[in-house]
Nanobody, 128 residues
Framework: QVQLVESGGGLVQPGGSLRLSCEAA????????IGWFRQAPGKQREAVSS???????IYASSVQGRLTISRDNAKITAYLEMNSLETENTAVYYC??????????????????????WGQGTQVTVSS
C-alpha cells in the first residue's frame, strides 16, 4: 500500500521560506514521478511542480523562480523548497506520485489525473 506523508508546513511571514517534505512508504520511489499541488481556500487544487523519476523538472508558470523541487530516492523523500512567500501562497500543499515517462509534454505532469497516489496535505499559512 502506497502512502505519502507531507510535512514542513506551518505559519511563515511574507518573504519567508519553507521546505516541505514528502515521505513515501510502500513504494520504490525511483519508479515514480512526484508532483506537488496546492489548494487555497475556496479554490481548485492546482499544480505547483513535478519531478519525474529521471529527474526532469517542470514548474507551473505561476511559481517559476520561487520554488525548487527535488528528490532523494535513497531517503524515499521528495522536497519542495519555497522562497519569498506571499500571502496568496497560503494553501494546503499536497504531494502525489504517479508512474509515467520523462518525455511527455509539460502539461501532462501538471494534471491531477496523472497521479494515482496522494498525501493528506500540509497547511502553509503566510501571514504577518
Amino acid at each position: 500500500q502506497v502512502q505519502l506523508v507531507e510535512s514542513g508546513g506551518g505559519l511563515v511571514q511574507p518573504g519567508g521560506s519553507l521546505r516541505l517534505s514528502c515521505e513515501a512508504a510502500g513504494v520504490t520511489l525511483e519508479d515514480y514521478g512526484i508532483g506537488w499541488f496546492r489548494q487555497a481556500p475556496g479554490k481548485q487544487r492546482e499544480a505547483v511542480s513535478s519531478i519525474t523519476k529521471d529527474g526532469r523538472i517542470i514548474y507551473a508558470s505561476s511559481v517559476q523562480g520561487r520554488l525548487t523541487i527535488s528528490r532523494d530516492n535513497a531517503k524515499i523523500t521528495a522536497y519542495l523548497e519555497m522562497n519569498s512567500l506571499e500571502t496568496e501562497n497560503t494553501a494546503v500543499y499536497y504531494c502525489a506520485a504517479g508512474q509515467f515517462g520523462s518525455y511527455l509534454i509539460n502539461n501532462y505532469y501538471l494534471r491531477r489525473s496523472s497521479y494515482r497516489h496522494w498525501g493528506q496535505g500540509t497547511q502553509v499559512t503566510v501571514s504577518s
